[in-house]
């Protein structure tokens, strides 16, 4: 019994090795369709370009890469669409002010996460693999960050997706390995406005505490 | 042959064993999940019902991390060189190739069943006993899979979120998944019939060690940029639950929806 099983298992081996070679040699091949999807490349290229300007510039202290971060997030992110999705459903139930202070207390952290990563750069390459259009105003944009000239590693996959607003793109959501940074985001702030039941003060202590 | 029997007969018992406290474990959590019904919205899009039990499971987990396995990761990281922890995560990879195989041929993944079968194949043979992945360099890249996708691909949603003591975030399928890993790995068969229970012991120790050392600077980084640790770490979990069940790909990314709120 064993060795039918052992026999018949070997036979189907064998033939999927054939069928998986073929595949393999077929290389899948993504080129923009249109001048939009194109756009949207050149837009993390872009992005992409002036991120490392700064990243690999050793003359710049944390204070100043900081700052320029912070540009390029006012820039090239919108900000407002990515505060309001992470607080979810108690958007609605914050006055203006706290709303004003709430995203003003969100962008410092994202640029106090990110800063904490600065100097793991030591010349990792990237590379944008393909765009497609999402929905009626979104872009997605895959890339690979590859290891610096040389050196092997592990090539991490990052997918932007950005969104026409009023004429220009902004970046809404990038995603890492598949870990969409807008939905971890709402995950934790959920968690912390349930602790806080509901009351956006709690929240903005503990974001005032991490800035 | 007497000793081959009585082994295996020993075997065959404590996986009835298994099997039975599983489905006990199975019936209490049906019961008790029903009786209360979380809000998935505050959960990551997972159900929570054990929320309290898992927190403090978590914050265990945490504490024993912190003073023995982060440790001994950071030890190995820094003792042994980089190019043999590949070597080590590439054998451990390549040993799990009837798994991959298996599970892809159950979600009915042919193209990623060759894959598995060639990777293991030219692994094997060309790289050394599966040290080096030469497949990997020629474009045929390795692919997790585990009997908790294969479920997933055949619509069965995660049930609870867990954590388990040790092995830490899970859900009721992908737990149960893993039972069902072990019992198909023809590997776990033959050493335990051959007396050699021992190298599934070195075997777990390693893929703990290795798993734990690939992850120290992103679990760092979650830990940093969390302001709720354990929501954020169930967030992730249920993520990249969904990233490898679509295998990672990217027209499945972004799966979810960000609503334009200036229309």
Redesign the interface.
Known sequence: MTRFFLISFSALCFALTGLALQGATEKAHASPADAHEKAAEDFIAQLANEGLAFLANDKLSLTQKKARFKKLLDSKFDIKTIGQFALGIHWRNVSDSEKAEYLELFEKMVVNVYARRFNEYQGQKFEITGASKRGKRDYSVSSLILPPQGQKGPKVSVDWRLRNKGGSLKVIDISVEGISMIMTQRDDFAAVMQKGQGDIEFLLTELRKSN | MNILGVTRNFVAGSQKRIIRSFLVGFSLIAVTGCASAPDP?????ISDPFEGMNRAVFAFNEGADAIVLKPIAEGYRFIVPS?AR?GVRNALRNLKSPII?GNEILQGD??G???A??RA?INSLVGVGGLFDVAGY???DYEEEDFGQTLAVWGIGHGPFMIAPIMGPGSFRDFSGKIVDTVMDPLYWWLNNTDQEEWLTARTGAQVLSTREELLDVLS?LK?????Y???I???YV??R???V?D?D??D??F???????E
């Open positions: 919205s505050f959960t990551g899009g190019p590949t195989f042919l193209d069943a060759g894959k079968f060639t194949a020629e474009g045929i980084e940093m940029g969390a302001i709720d354990y929501a954020t169930r967030s992730v993520q990249n969904a990233a490898l679509a990672q990217p027209n990314a972004f979810n929806d960000i609503p334009d709120y200036e």
